[in-house]
């Protein structure tokens, strides 16, 4: 497996634009993360899917973020319209009903907003 | 509420020196424990886990955890660090019960190792 992959792996954009980003989680795995790294506020969770729909969202920070899971194997969170301090390293994650709760990472998408 | 706390924010280490990072997590049903190491821009992998049996983990490069249920706590160790173990530790906990994966996250710790 190619384990979980994101999409774009860096995105520079300006301030007030829309902003994508795409994570395809490990084929099987029902759950999906999206995490936000800082270096002020360290790895906070944004919002989590099972098996396609939103479970807990309360870590969005406001409704500039919105998260989508269409189907098993795409996942998109926007930010629209994007501001300097949305700048981070946005990961995804996944796992699924094995019986434990082992999460794997993708490889991030460095986001900055100028 | 449920939360992580990793005492140590930044270590520094020579070479060959022994490494305990703290982990104590605030829950009081059974957990799932984990620690993952970050390497310098990488994305997070695990180090080893504890769902149940033997309170001492054993994981990859060395490493190795206790869990101590009466402290709630969770300790990395490894008797002799190499530069290339320079990466951020981050802690997690999650609840054993029903189908919750949420892990709690505690804010890492930074080390760095020095050759």
């Known amino acids: 497996d190619a384990g979980v992959i994101q999409s774009p792996r860096h995105e520079v954009t300006e301030m007030g634009q829309e902003v994508t980003l795409r994570c395809k989680p490990i084929?099987?795995?029902?759950?999906l993360f999206w995490y936000r790294q800082t270096m002020m506020r360290g790895l906070e969770l944004l919002i989590y899917?099972?098996?396609?729909?939103?479970?807990?969202d309360s870590g969005m920070p406001e409704d500039r973020f919105s998260a989508k899971m269409p189907n098993a194997s795409f996942s998109t969170l926007k930010i629209q319209p994007s501001e300097p301090r949305d700048s981070a390293v946005y990961f995804c994650?996944?796992?699924?009903?094995?019986?434990?709760?082992?999460?794997?990472f993708g490889p991030g998408t460095r986001l900055t907003v100028l | 509420a449920q939360s992580v706390s990793q005492h140590n924010h930044h270590v520094i280490l020579s070479e060959a020196a022994s490494l305990e990072l703290g982990c104590n997590y605030s829950y009081g049903g059974t957990v799932n424990l984990f620690w993952y190491v970050q390497y310098p821009g990488q994305h997070l992998q695990l180090l080893l886990k504890y769902f149940s049996g033997d309170p001492l983990v054993k994981g990859i490069k060395g490493f190795e955890a206790e869990f101590i249920k009466s402290k709630f706590s969770f300790n990395l160790r490894k008797p002799s660090v190499q530069w290339s173990d320079t990466a951020e530790y981050f802690c997690a906990v999650s609840s054993n019960a029903g189908n919750n994966r949420k892990l709690i996250w505690g804010l890492g710790t930074s080390l760095a190792v020095n050759p």
């Open positions: 084929s099987g795995h029902d759950y």
């Open positions: 899917f099972n098996n396609n729909v939103p479970i807990d």
């Open positions: 994650a996944s796992t699924g009903l094995a019986g434990v709760n082992e999460q794997f």
